[in-house]
């Protein structure tokens, strides 16, 4: 099993930065691929970008390409996602999920783990 844990929610203004962290805990593996994926009230949950065990080859969504950076620390055991240039839509409970396969995948059904979900509010 692994634990995963969101930080780094919270209210900002458009136009503002976050930094999210997802630290892994339990059977943890450096192999796992790591995605972040988000869920505004009344939508489905979506994509928002994944990354490789190497931390090579990060893919996002085209809603936030350009925008938001995903990295990681597997000495930490700890995934990031910074979002810059918040927009309103943007809002949504953003959580962190792992992947025991190495291949990235943006189908939120082929993820093994996730955690409980962090809060983002972007305000007009």
């Known amino acids: 099993q692994v634990q995963l844990v969101e930080s780094g929610g919270g209210l900002v203004q458009a136009g503002g930065s976050l930094r999210l962290s997802c630290a892994a805990s339990?059977?943890?593996?450096?192999?796992?691929?790591m995605g972040w994926f988000r869920q505004a009230p009344g939508k489905e949950r979506e994509f928002v970008a994944a990354i490789s065990w190497s931390g090579g080859s990060p893919y996002y969504a085209d809603s936030v390409k350009g925008r938001f950076t995903i990295s990681r620390d597997n000495a930490k055991n700890t995934v990031y996602l910074l979002l810059n240039s918040l927009k309103p839509e943007d809002t949504a409970v953003y959580y962190c999920?792992?992947?025991?396969?190495?291949?990235?995948?943006?189908?939120?059904?082929?993820?093994?783990?996730w955690g409980q979900g962090t809060q983002v509010t972007v305000s007009s």
């Open positions: 339990g059977r943890t593996s450096s192999s796992y691929t």
């Open positions: 999920a792992a992947r025991g396969a190495a291949i990235v995948t943006t189908s939120p059904d082929r993820y093994d783990y």
